[in-house]
């Protein structure tokens, strides 16, 4: 047979887009032993050992695995205190893909917010977003201002069928902005993907709307850019008149409404610290660069390291790689999949970053103010030694005020770290869950016994309602 006579071989199958040459051993525990670790951590799987930890999905921030061309540039870097190279490197990819003038390099993407929000919100401010997330919303109330959550109604409604379920309402941004005066507004935020809403994207068109609004207004645009290559590939993927597009042109033109963003770079950067500001006003920028002197270190480092910056200047190319993009998205719908054949409520459809399990349904036995999301991230670190995260009333219920109301979902996220586990990882972690499921009935709320004022969630302990 002549070679050139052979058909194109044709299959759905994606592949990882990379190959393993360094792996790291698990360490696997009894049910008996995980019992005993989960009671010393007072129930909250944040205080768990990561080394007691069979799969490890609490949060894809800077817990993946980094290219060797990541490394290679680790190794080449500039350690000077001032006028790195490395710094200038990292400065260059973030203007390519942003467009943005100004970057304040930090050392994750909370050291970003608070630079940005200890200088641009003061009390009695609002700040309009899709939905802050856990430090977000606290930086913004830590400066006395209110973080408002405009996502639209089906962001909200975990069944509900919407391609871009991350889209800010754009009547009630309007609303606020007449309720509050455009002077009160110090900034218009948008999370980019939605990561309290199920990961969920937020469309070009979203973006372009909030855009407008905000600039009629002449209030500043910023982006939530942690997840920001996971969305562009959504956006070629949902919105038709990008489906020619590369990402990184969707990206770039994200980025061209705004007027600004915020960065962890330990998610779309690629690396497993980092985090930077970006922004186009010069006079903005003198101030937050004063508070980064305070707080972080000098301009071109800034909490970061030489290497860390090289790895992210890298790391910001890889994540809009076509490859890794579908490879990626398409590892988390795999798990959402089989879940949604068992019968199993996630949220839908299936985010870029986690699976998100709906747990208000899965556990409707159990009142929101004993956190059963909580309860059902539990049992499956008892069954199988996974670890997700609750995003629910123990971590958005508690109020300003110090009072507690139940918060618009009830979410177990579980977040997968980039280029890290395997299809026979995903293949176990879904005989976890729904082995957990099938016994969702044996489950039981819990109550908190201690936490802090601030993102309780972190180091709160706890107890089971019933053994307390």
Same mark, same amino acid.
């Given at each position: ?19 393993? #040459? ?82 304040? /390099? ?30 977000? #919303? ?191 998205? #398409? ?13 199993? /409520? ?20 159990? /009142? ?31 109020? /300003? ?16 770290? #980039? ?50």
């Amino acid at each position: 047979m002549e070679i050139s006579s052979l058909s194109p071989f044709k299959t759905d199958t994606i592949i990882e887009p990379f190959r393993i #040459r360094s792996v790291e051993p698990i360490r696997f525990t009894t049910m008996e032993e995980r019992e005993q670790l989960l009671k010393e951590a007072g129930y909250n799987p944040f205080l768990l050992k990561a080394k007691d930890v069979v799969i490890d999905l609490l949060t894809d921030s800077g817990t993946g695995a980094m290219s060797s061309k990541q490394w290679a540039g680790m190794l080449e870097s500039d350690e000077s205190y001032a006028g790195s190279s490395s710094f200038y490197k990292l400065e260059s990819a973030v203007q390519d893909i942003t467009g943005f003038k100004h970057l304040i /390099p930090t050392h994750q993407g909370r050291a970003a917010e608070n630079i940005f929000f200890t200088t641009i919100a003061k009390k009695g401010d609002v700040i309009p977003s899709n939905t802050h997330f856990d430090t977000t #919303r606290a930086h913004v109330e830590h400066a006395g201002a209110e973080a408002r959550d405009l996502v639209i109604d089906k962001g909200k409604q975990p069944q509900s069928d919407h391609a871009f379920k991350g889209n800010m309402n754009l009547e009630k941004l309007q609303d606020t902005i007449r309720e509050v005066g455009s002077e009160d507004i110090p900034v218009i935020m948008i999370t980019v993907t939605n990561n309290s809403g199920g990961g969920q994207p937020v469309s070009m068109a979203n973006i372009k709307g909030v855009s407008e609004i905000a600039h009629k207004h002449n209030i500043p645009f910023f982006i939530d850019a942690c997840r920001f290559a996971e969305n562009a590939w959504f956006i070629k993927t949902r919105e038709d008149a990008f489906a020619d597009k590369k990402p990184i042109e969707i990206a770039q033109e994200m980025f061209s409404y705004a007027d600004g963003c915020t960065m962890s770079a330990k998610k779309d950067g690629m690396a497993n610290i980092g985090g930077f500001l970006a922004l186009n006003s010069d006079e903005l920028a003198s101030e937050c660069r004063n508070l980064e002197i305070l707080t972080e270190g000098f301009p071109t480092y800034g909490g970061m390291a030489g290497y860390d910056m090289e790895a992210v200047a890298q790391g910001l190319y890889e994540a809009l790689d076509p490859d890794y993009l579908r490879y990626r998205i #398409r590892s988390i719908s795999y798990l959402g999949d089989k879940l949604t054949e068992a019968g199993i /409520p996630i949220v839908q459809p299936t985010g870029g970053h986690a699976v998100y399990l709906d747990a208000k349904q899965i556990l409707s036995h159990i /009142p929101p103010t004993e956190y059963p999301a909580w309860s059902f991230n539990n049992a499956l670190y008892l069954l199988g030694g996974i670890r997700g995260v609750e995003i629910g009333t123990v971590m958005f219920g508690k109020q /300003p005020d110090g009072s507690e109301k139940p918060a618009a979902m009830e979410l177990v996220r579980l977040a997968f770290p #980039r280029r890290m586990y395997t299809q026979s990882h995903v293949d176990y972690l879904a005989e976890v869950i729904i082995s957990a499921y099938e016994q969702r009935k044996k489950l039981e709320g819990y109550k908190i016994v201690d936490s802090p004022d601030v993102l309780r969630h972190f180091s709160a302990r706890l107890k089971p309602i019933k053994g307390s």
